[in-house]
């Protein structure tokens, strides 16, 4: 199995025949990417990239459920022209002693007073305080669309048995052979949306004629989560975007659809309107109805001059910093290990870096904890990070790209997640702890790349042009 596999999937019309009762929502593209996502999984035996959810006690439960109430969106939030969705489980660093998010929070800043932010908590925790001025927290309406759902159950049965066929079509048709707790969950998801659309779809109408913007952004648009709201949206007069927030490859199935499918002009509208990328590469990465817009990375440009002054200081021991990956998170400690081993400690400096996803997966690298050369890294700034390190090792982190935007020394782990997720042109390969460590001492680094190609200049300068030639010239 492939991704032309499951794209020769989607391409059946089938799918999208299947549709909940409420306002004939589709069901394909609120579950699409989460099949895919398992199906890669499970072919090619990859560890899960993100900790599902966890036991949380009462008192931080009604901490969450009073601050969603006090900052909820349909109260707090007043009339705005644009309005961010971002998600707090990539809020991890900070600035002036404030939470940063370091995806949204740049364009956040450029219209701050015509924009509003809404935060989504990770793991029933909001980030706070924010940096910019205008946060709510959107969790609100997940919540009151859950209470009215108990207090006025509708689960008519015609979506019930919608959502049958649909599982039995996937489980007869789907290319891969999925297991039985994924449809499982999947039904459990389903059944929750077919009861909550309603209620959703009260509480947005109310939230856009409340705020009346003229575009929507969702952090992982594309990713089909909230598909139900692209489509209210556009159909409200709404423009529709996204921000990239990470690497984007051929491979990438939350950017990549089957022409069938983007030929049907009604999937579409699950789909944003435009991605905003950040370089030219990255055009060549999207088969995708939404149009892409070369912006830039603004917290990769806002880093330049650190890396600058930071590049002076000079360093006793050389500092190698290993960029993890929850899908193998294994692979990478074995690795850093190994790399103990076989290095002069007196000479380099070692980082583990986790994703913010695989931090809960305490067992996974609690054996890094026996070696005190290794500095492990949970949270923070990754930027600033790789400004102190020399070389960069990982597997298909956007983090790798970005070093070597910095000039830095990137070498690639040859395993399965980075035969899907990286191209071979990418920096400098290797397959064992022995090659690796054969060319750190080499100094004959051949894998440098042109940073404009990936990393556009003068985002500022795009971003402000996108929004006055796409959104206030409409207008």
Not at 380 to 403: C, F
Request: aromatic share 16%; glycine share 6%; proline share 4%.
């Amino acid at each position: 199995m492939n991704v032309d596999s499951l794209i020769d999937f989607e391409n059946d019309p089938r799918l999208l025949e299947f549709k909940l009762s409420h306002d004939n929502i589709h069901i394909w593209p609120l579950v699409r990417f989460n099949l895919f996502r398992h199906a890669f999984a499970a072919m090619y035996n990859l560890q899960t990239a993100h900790a599902g959810s966890e036991t949380i006690s009462l008192i931080p439960r009604l901490k969450y459920l009073f601050q969603s109430i006090q900052n909820n969106p349909l109260y707090k939030a007043g009339k705005h022209d644009i309005i961010i969705i971002g998600s707090g489980a990539g809020i991890v660093a900070k600035r002036d002693g404030k939470w940063f998010d370091r995806i949204n929070d740049y364009f956040a800043l450029e219209n701050e007073h015509t924009t509003v932010v809404f935060d989504e908590a990770y793991r029933l925790r909001y980030k706070s305080p924010r940096y910019p001025e205008n946060v709510r927290y959107l969790d609100f309406i997940e919540i009151t669309s859950k209470l009215l759902s108990i207090l006025f159950p509708a689960f008519i049965k015609t979506d019930y048995r919608c959502i049958e066929r649909f599982i039995s079509f996937v489980i007869n048709y789907f290319p891969y052979p999925l297991s039985g707790p994924i449809f499982k969950d999947c039904r459990k998801y389903l059944s929750h949306i077919a009861v909550s659309l309603r209620f959703y779809h009260f509480q947005y109408q109310f939230l856009f004629k409340k705020i009346r913007p003229l575009i929507l952004f969702i952090e992982d648009a594309s990713y089909g989560g909230k598909a139900y709201l692209l489509k209210w949206a556009k159909e409200a007069g709404i423009i529709t975007a996204e921000f990239q927030h990470g690497n984007i490859i051929p491979n990438h199935l939350a950017y990549n659809y089957g022409s069938e499918l983007l030929n049907n002009g009604d999937f579409g509208k699950y789909l944003p309107d435009y991605l905003l990328l950040y370089g030219e590469y990255y055009l060549s990465c999207i088969r995708t109805s939404s149009k892409g817009v070369i912006i830039g990375c603004p917290h990769f440009s806002s880093q330049f001059a650190v890396k600058n002054s930071k590049s002076k200081i000079r360093q006793r021991r050389m500092t190698i910093l290993v960029v993890s990956q929850g899908t193998i998170t294994s692979l990478m400690v074995e690795l850093t290990i190994q790399l103990i081993i076989r290095l002069p400690e007196n000479k380099y400096r070692l980082i583990f870096r986790l994703h913010p996803g695989e931090v809960p997966f305490e067992e996974r690298y609690r054996s890094l904890l026996s070696y005190p050369i290794i500095e492990l890294s949970k949270t923070g700034d990754i930027y600033e990070l790789i400004n102190i390190s020399n070389y960069v090792v990982g597997s298909s982190s956007t983090a790798l790209i970005e070093a070597m935007g910095f000039s830095k020394e990137v070498y690639i782990y040859e395993c399965t997640d980075s035969l899907l997720y990286m191209p071979r042109q990418f920096a400098v390969w290797f397959k064992t702890a022995d090659e690796l460590c054969e060319a750190l001492k080499s100094g004959n680094y051949r894998g440098n790349v042109d940073p404009e190609y990936y990393w556009a200049k003068d985002w500022k300068e795009n971003y402000r042009e996108f929004i006055n030639e796409k959104v206030m010239k409409r207008y």
